[in-house]
């Protein structure tokens, strides 16, 4: 007897199609995976199983769950089922935590009003669920206090601790290292074991196969796949099934080292602490033209927070940043979380009509990166939230182009993108190195992605552990 059903639901945007009718059946204790491409429409196939589809944005079809039959052009109908029945995990933790509440309450919260424990258990319980998650320290802390992983963990808590039977889990894994992937997957699959049901949206190879299951490989919208998961990947039926997992990092080439430009700039000795905890010390960088620095590291370790101080948006506890460009403008970030790159209610178009204003670049340059970045002119009418979290990724590399840098840091720039469209956001990275002469520095927990394209590395380890670098010590 399935937990949740759908049949022939489909999403639309006025006539125009995004998602084909897809009829799926979720069944207690088998995980149902969905795996695509970014934009085929896996997370507003998720949004009209929960009705919360962004507005301007309408479904079709009907959805059966806890012996209710609802009509998926009638929306309101499934709010009673939130928290309850189902919990959903949005792609971006930033739009699912409260910003002024610490992470522990947030949890506990959740515990108390939805699931109906008692303050003291539900707090035992929030403690509990961060510390298995690797959280243990991080109670107190705020969301924008915590790095973009470790927001995804508090989180996956959060919308778990309801005690819906089925949770709904919109790409969990994003910008997570293996170890803490594999705590996440670990936490989902407990609701699974004891009889739940739950729906995950990613594309991350690694993740699908740890959960198992069920697997639907969407395309465009439309299902190109279906079946047992191990067997899928193991033995993809679909050419298109095929080029997902070739083009998985792993199988990457190792890119040829660029000859060593003019330093643009450069961090001595730096330290970092968070909280009173040490992240990291020691560490010296120099960033030159046309090169690549790959930064590795478990979350929480100070990546991120490595790019902020070469960039002044943080202070270092120690160390000093040296630039050689006077121009402003030339130090540009590339975001973990695209959302914190836009205004959320102004349309993109806007924005970046701005932005190219500013820049003294002509409208005509946005057409040419629209292209460059395989984007739909069509998205520049949309709100943030009404776009895919790979192009909205896309979109916010376009407004750092426009800019012309010459020193580009990307935070965890493809956490978000399938393999395909991680191989051709890099391309692009590497092009913007190689050809327009940009400094880069790439922060990413994938290993092999930064052992692929990097001409150096530095592995940041766990927190309070001694950087190694590999030489060339300069990019």
Do not use: N
Not at 108 to 128: K, N, Y
Not at 220 to 232: D, S
């Amino acid at each position: 007897m399935s937990l949740l059903s759908a049949t022939d639901l489909a999403v639309f945007d006025g006539p125009e199609r995004l998602v084909a009718p897809l009829s799926i059946a979720l069944h207690p204790g088998e995980p149902l995976v969905i795996l695509g491409e970014t934009g085929s429409g896996k997370s507003l196939f998720a949004q009209a199983l929960m009705g919360t589809l962004p507005a301007g944005l309408s479904a079709r079809g009907r959805v059966e769950v806890a012996g209710r039959s609802l009509d998926a052009a009638r929306p309101g109908d499934f709010r009673g089922l939130w928290g309850r029945e189902i919990a959903v995990l949005p792609q971006e933790p930033w739009l699912s935590l409260d910003p002024l509440m610490r992470a522990a309450r947030q949890v506990a919260e959740t515990h108390r009003l939805v699931r109906g424990l008692p303050r003291a258990e539900a707090q035992a319980r929030a403690r509990a669920d961060l510390a298995a998650l690797g959280l243990r320290g991080a109670e107190a802390k705020l969301p924008h206090e915590l790095s973009g992983g470790m927001a995804q963990r508090v989180a996956v808590a959060a919308a778990r601790a309801g005690g819906a039977r089925i949770v709904v889990a919109d790409e969990p894994t994003k910008g997570l290292d293996a170890r803490r992937r594999d705590d996440v997957a670990a936490l989902l699959m407990a609701e699974v074991g004891a009889g739940g049901g739950l729906i995950v949206i990613t594309h991350d190879l690694a993740f699908a196969r740890r959960l198992g299951g069920r697997l639907i490989v969407l395309r465009a919208g439309e299902a190109v796949e279906t079946g047992a998961t191990a067997q899928v990947l193991a033995a993809p039926a679909a050419a298109y099934t095929a080029e997902l997992i070739a083009a998985d990092p792993e199988t990457w080439p190792r890119r040829p080292e660029s000859p060593p430009g003019r330093t643009v700039l450069q961090g001595e000795g730096l330290a970092v602490a968070r909280g009173g905890r040490e992240l990291f010390r020691d560490v010296s960088v120099a960033a030159q033209a046309g090169r690549i620095l790959g930064v590795s590291g478990p979350s929480g370790c100070g990546k991120s927070t490595l790019g902020d101080v070469m960039l002044g948006l943080h202070r270092p506890a120690a160390g000093r940043v040296q630039r050689s460009e006077s121009r402003a403008t030339a130090f540009q970030k590339l975001y973990q979380d695209p959302v914190a790159a836009f205004p959320p209610r102004r349309a993109l178009g806007r924005t970046l009509a701005d932005v190219a204003r500013a820049a003294g670049e002509p409208p005509a340059r946005i057409e040419a990166l629209m292209a460059r970045l395989s984007l739909r002119p069509a998205l520049l009418d949309r709100h943030p939230g009404a776009v895919s979290g790979g192009e909205l990724q896309r979109l916010s590399l376009l407004r750092v182009l426009l800019m012309r840098p010459a020193f580009l840091f990307a935070d965890e720039p493809t956490s978000r993108l399938d393999p395909i469209t991680q191989a051709q956001m890099i391309r692009l990275l590497v092009e913007t190195a190689e050809r327009d002469g940009c400094a880069l520095m790439l922060v990413s927990h994938d290993r092999a992605l930064v052992e692929a394209i990097s001409d150096a590395t530095l592995d940041l380890g766990a927190p309070g552990d001694a950087p190694i670098r590999k030489e060339p010590s300069h990019v």
